[in-house]
């Protein structure tokens, strides 16, 4: 409603408020009877949670990131790729069908158990994005896919990811989009035993990733931030797209969901 303030369409603005009076005046109905009872995690609690059904849960933010992903991929020669944060191996795995020597690392047993069991090719190792086990300067392609909103400080983080690549080599980041933060996105997930998490969430807008980038010798080759389409909407509504369908079309079709760059190291 907010949003259509000066060219708002009346008929909708008018239905809009008659479902907030509906919505308020029936306390014993969903939306307002919903009681959501979300555990907040670490990292650590809450990936070894997730991971039970991290890969068969219907996912909108990996539905609009993989595929700018996998194009920035298909760019880069096969050589020696880093899946950084690699959590079960989505990105592993197709870093490995394009022919690369793949090297996983992440912080999660529980994910990475999962990897391993996906991608036997792979060489996985647990490890921290802020102390990669890596050797410095020997990656010539690094993917670190919806991971860093996971970390309080930018900086360290890019700085550890460029620290491994050869000159030249690419980076691809990505994350979910610094609106949906700001929004009140988060990495919200619902456990195989039905009970709610949240795992800690940062919000990193495009300058202090640019401010990362620049000190850490990375150049911009390109910047994607693909939408919310209308097909996101059942699993981003959490199954109340029924109560008002047109109110959770306006508020967040077309609103970028992901946000992905392609870096190069500069020489
Ligand atoms: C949303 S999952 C993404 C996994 C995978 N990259 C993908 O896109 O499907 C986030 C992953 O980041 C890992 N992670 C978060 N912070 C980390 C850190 N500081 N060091 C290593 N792994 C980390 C988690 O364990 C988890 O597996």
Not at 2 to 13: A, F, T, V, Y
Not at 221 to 232: H, L, Y
Request: charged fraction near 25%.
């Amino acid at each position: 409603m907010l949003r259509g303030w000066l060219g708002g369409d009346e008929r909708k603005l008018t239905h809009r408020v008659d479902e907030m009076a509906r919505f308020a005046t029936s306390p014993d109905e969903p939306p307002m009877s919903i009681r959501l009872d979300v555990h907040d995690l670490d990292v650590r609690a809450g990936y070894a949670r997730w991971s039970e059904i991290y890969d068969a849960a219907p996912n909108p933010l990996i539905r609009v990131e993989e595929p700018v992903v996998r194009a920035m991929i298909d760019r880069v020669a096969p050589g020696v790729a880093l899946d950084a944060a690699c959590g079960t191996g989505r990105h592993t795995a197709y870093l490995v069908a394009r022919g690369h020597r793949v090297i996983g690392v992440d912080g999660s047993p529980e994910m990475l158990a999962k990897a391993r069991a996906r991608v036997p090719a792979a060489d996985l190792r647990t490890g921290d994005l802020l102390d990669l086990p890596i050797e410095p300067r020997s990656i010539d392609l690094a993917v670190c896919a919806l991971a860093l909103t996971h970390v309080p400080d930018l900086l360290p983080a890019i700085a550890s990811l460029a620290r491994v690549l050869r000159p030249g080599a690419t980076l691809i980041v990505s994350d979910h989009h610094p609106t949906m933060g700001l929004l009140g996105g988060s990495a919200f997930f619902v456990g195989a035993d039905g009970a709610a998490g949240n795992v800690r969430t940062f919000y990193h807008p495009h300058a202090r990733y640019l401010a990362a980038f620049r000190r850490a010798g990375l150049e911009v080759a390109d910047c994607v931030e693909p939408p919310i389409e209308i097909e996101d909407l059942p699993a981003l509504s959490g199954g109340l797209l029924s109560l008002a369908d047109e109110a959770f079309r306006s508020a967040w079709v077309g609103l970028p969901n992901a946000l992905v760059w392609e870096l190069v190291r500069r020489e």
